[in-house]
């Protein structure tokens, strides 16, 4: 007897109908493919970024150039991950377009202006520059994590963590040295 089995489909981590390109902030964290330490190094709670780094930082930092609707807030580049702020301002364009009854099929990737697209394209704009540069591939862990952020106090709470991430990285889960 043969077996059919179905496909294996990707659990979503995302908010079950949330428009992602909707006004709003949002904490990021983008982490490197099998956690590698591949953006520099911490020294005395001080993050030392490397050329990698530097591309990191810099695509970053252009996001706005590629989507005027997002402004930048706190961000660092850790060894292996980055976190980062994004907030989309009013007069977004919504990520979720009326669609008529007439169309069958349903668009693959994320949606225009949302979260999933201006990370979609970070990431690409990183690897494309580290692959020109460095002759280097298979830089990023698929998918990424995101948290909406819900108030100010939130907001401040997250910027704080953010920048003194380096601070706590003999501790940080992401540092394949630390004591577990």
Request: aromatic share 8%; charged share 25%; with cysteine.
């Amino acid at each position: 007897m043969k077996l059919v089995t179905q496909p294996r489909r990707r659990h979503t981590i995302r908010l079950d109908g949330y428009d992602y390109a909707q006004e709003g902030a949002y904490f990021i964290t983008v982490c490197t493919q099998r956690m590698m330490c591949l953006f520099g190094e911490i020294v005395e709670g001080e993050m030392r970024i490397n050329r990698r780094g530097e591309i990191v930082m810099e695509c970053w930092q252009a996001i706005p150039n590629h989507f005027p609707q997002v402004e930048l807030d706190a961000f660092v580049v850790m060894p292996n991950h980055i976190h980062g702020i994004l907030v989309i301002n009013v007069g977004a364009t919504h990520g979720s377009p009326l669609r008529g009854p007439s169309q069958l099929h349903k668009s693959s990737g994320p949606n225009r202006g949302s979260i999933g697209a201006i990370l979609a394209q970070f990431k690409a704009a990183v690897s494309r520059r580290i692959a020109i540069e460095l002759g280097e591939s298979n830089l990023w862990q698929r998918n990424y994590y995101d948290r909406i952020i819900r108030d100010e106090v939130e907001w401040g709470n997250i910027r704080a963590y953010i920048e003194t991430n380096p601070l706590r990285w003999a501790e940080d889960e992401n540092n394949p040295a630390a004591i577990k």
